[in-house]
């Protein structure tokens, strides 16, 4: 074996141990039922072996701990593109309730990130590049989460049948721990990818919920199902319901996929030429060809950049919206 040969391997296999499930997630691994096994793949609406294992570890440990009863867990790709081959919204979120042999790959937001003029890591529509777990980055965190309370809040009125109704849009918490542990701080969780457009406001003094000269917003719902969200974690209307209800007052754990360690090991193998399967790691193809390198911008050093930006920022004093006609 050659020298570079040996490099690489002995890469593969020190990044392996470094993840913080590496034996559990071989214990995972190694139990997989049949039924399971027959989801995992790389192809459309399949789920990486990485992926599962290590949602499967972290579930197991949680439930092992009390953490979690609920008998589903959640786990996400963020590595997979935003369309399927045909055209659909390309699934990259997995639901799997082993007790009823149930598993459902359905479609996800990840974050958009910014581009300032000290840095640039925003992410394109198709593929994520960057991730970071700096407040105010917009940008997905991988790793180890657990599902917390859900809050409603009020964000409008829109027209729906020539009547104007208001919108409620629910906000499932995350509760991070290591790499993710300010996910309340980053008021990280998930919600419908549905956002209200604000265009006027309009007197309406009845509802709970106007303002205290008896106003309230109105505006176009706009669906970006399976698009970049604000980096918290997005389903369509119908599947966020459905993990609302499965979840809400019984948490789980959620393990999105990658680190900040896949991203730098990846990243290293892409700009030494090493093979990532002989190295033993993992990202969409499709996604890696897309991107070049992918790129992890740790708080320490992004939150500054953020910082500063912010303060740079012009004080303006709110503006009202215009009276609807």
């Not at 919920?209 to 399976?226: I, Q, S």
Request: net charge positive; aromatic share 10%.
């Amino acid at each position: 074996m050659s020298l570079k040969s040996l490099h690489r391997v002995l890469f593969g296999i020190l990044f392996a141990l470094s993840s913080p499930f590496a034996g559990q997630a071989a214990s995972a691994a190694s139990d997989i039922p049949a039924w399971l096994q027959a989801h995992v793949g790389t192809g459309e609406g399949k789920i990486a072996p990485v992926v599962l294992e290590r949602a499967r570890a972290l579930y197991v440990k949680n439930r092992q701990s009390g953490k979690v009863s609920n008998p589903c867990y959640l786990a996400m790709d963020a590595t997979r593109p935003s369309t399927a081959p045909n055209g659909a919204p390309g699934a990259r979120f997995y639901v799997i309730c082993e007790a009823d042999r149930s598993f459902r790959a359905v479609s996800s937001g990840y974050g958009n990130g910014r581009k300032l003029q000290r840095a640039d890591f925003s992410n394109g529509r198709q593929c994520a590049k960057n991730f970071s777990n700096a407040e105010g980055s917009k940008l997905t965190m991988g790793g180890a989460y657990t599902t917390a309370e859900t809050r409603t809040s009020f964000k409008g009125y829109y027209s729906q049948s020539g009547q104007r109704k208001p919108f409620y849009r629910t906000f499932l918490l995350f509760d991070g721990e290591g790499d993710t542990e300010n996910a309340r701080e980053r008021a990280i969780g998930g919600h419908p990818a549905v956002f209200l457009k604000w265009q006027c406001r309009f007197k309406n003094p009845s509802s709970p919920n106007a303002d205290k000269e008896g106003y309230v917003p109105y505006g176009n719902l706009v669906n970006y199902t399976g698009g970049r969200s604000n980096g918290c974690t997005t389903w369509s209307p119908a599947v966020s319901d459905d993990i609302i209800e499965l979840v809400d007052g019984n948490p789980t754990s959620l393990y999105i996929y990658p680190e900040g360690s896949d991203i730098d090991a990846v990243a290293n193998a892409v700009r030494t030429g090493s093979s990532l399967s002989r190295a033993g790691l993992y990202w969409n193809a499709a996604c890696l060809s897309a991107i070049g390198a992918p790129k992890f911008w740790p708080k320490r050093t992004l939150q500054p950049v953020i910082n500063n930006w912010r303060q740079s920022l012009p004080n303006h004093p709110p503006r009202d919206l215009p009276i609807c006609k």
